[in-house]
């Protein structure tokens, strides 16, 4: 299932709303 904002393994955040942020804060599945 791929929505935004998109997640990936390195815990990178991309929101068309806050951009991309770096960290592991919103985790949905490992």
Sequence with gaps: E???PL???AG???SPKNGI???LEE???P
């Design 2 to 4: 791929t929505e935004v």
């Design 7 to 9: 997640q990936l393994n």
């Design 12 to 14: 990178i955040t991309i």
């Design 21 to 23: 942020k770096i960290g």
């Design 27 to 29: 985790r949905s599945s």
